[in-house]
C-alpha cells in the first residue's frame, strides 16, 4: 500500500517570495492533515480536511497561508509571501476518517528553509 | 490551553539497555494518548494507542502505560537497539483533536 506523498522533499526560498507544498494522502484516506513542525518541536496542526472541506484551520495564517483540497483527494499549501519563521517541516497526514482515535498515517515531509 | 510536557528532553544509552520516557499532559477533552516514534528526516510513526480506559499497551519491545487521574503516560524500551535511535513524540487527545508534544530524542549507541 502506497504510502503519503509529498513534495517537494526540500525547498530553499528568500523572504517576501512565495511556495508550494503538494501532498497526495493515502488511497480511500477522507481526513488530510497539514502540520508545521518547526526544528525542536513537536507538529502543530495547520489545518484539517474532511473530503474536500475543511473541518480546522484556526492555527493556519491565513494572511499568508493557504490550503485547497479541491477534489477532496490531493491537497496544496502554499506561502505567500514567506518570514524567516516560516522555516520549518510541513507534515502532511491521512486517516481513515474523522474518528476519536483515528491513526495518523505521515508522509515524510517537505523542509521549509527561508533565508 | 492543551499542554503536553515530555522528559527528559534527550537521552543517550547504551545498546541492550531499558530506558523509560514520560509524558505529562493537560489535554480537554481527552479520550486517548499514542506514541509515535520519529526518525530523522521522516515523519511520525504511530506506535501505539491507549484510550483513558487502558493502562498499559505493548507493541514489541515498547510498553506504553496510561494514569488518565494524574494525566501521565511512559513508553518503556526494552533491550534497545541502535535503530531505536529516533524522536519518541506523545501525542493525547479528544474530539478529533490531538495535541503533540515536543518529543525525547533518544540515541542507542553501540
Known amino acids: 500500500e502506497a504510502g503519503v506523498a509529498q513534495s517537494p522533499r526540500y525547498k530553499i526560498i528568500e523572504k517576501r517570495q512565495s511556495v508550494a507544498f503538494w501532498c497526495n494522502p493515502i488511497?480511500?484516506?477522507?481526513?488530510l492533515y497539514w502540520y508545521q513542525q518547526i526544528l525542536g518541536q513537536g507538529p502543530k496542526l495547520l489545518i484539517q480536511?474532511?473530503?474536500?472541506?475543511?473541518?480546522?484551520d484556526s492555527q493556519l495564517p491565513k494572511d499568508r497561508f493557504s490550503a485547497e483540497r479541491l477534489k477532496g483527494v490531493d491537497s496544496t499549501l502554499k506561502i505567500q509571501p514567506a518570514k524567516l519563521e516560516d522555516s520549518a517541516v510541513y507534515l502532511c497526514a491521512s486517516s481513515l476518517n474523522l474518528g476519536q482515535a483515528e491513526k495518523l498515517f505521515f508522509g515524510e515531509g517537505s523542509r521549509l528553509t527561508v533565508l | 490551553k492543551n499542554q503536553v510536557e515530555q522528559s527528559p528532553q534527550s537521552l543517550i544509552i547504551l545498546e541492550g539497555k531499558n530506558c523509560t520516557l514520560q509524558c505529562n499532559y493537560t489535554v480537554s477533552p481527552f479520550s486517548n494518548l499514542r506514541w509515535y516514534k520519529q526518525d530523522t528526516g521522516r515523519g511520525p510513526v504511530s506506535l501505539t494507542i491507549m484510550t483513558f480506559s487502558e493502562n498499559t499497551k505493548s507493541n514489541g519491545r515498547y510498553t506504553a502505560t496510561l494514569d488518565a487521574d494524574t494525566k501521565q503516560s511512559s513508553l518503556h524500551i526494552t533491550a534497545s537497539q541502535l535503530s531505536d535511535s529516533a524522536s519518541y513524540i506523545c501525542?493525547?487527545?479528544?474530539?478529533?483533536?490531538?495535541?503533540f508534544g515536543t518529543g525525547t530524542k533518544l540515541q542507542v549507541i553501540p
Open positions: 501525542a493525547p487527545g479528544g474530539y478529533q483533536k490531538v495535541t
Open positions: 488511497s480511500g484516506h477522507a481526513t
Open positions: 480536511f474532511q473530503n474536500n472541506g475543511v473541518v480546522d
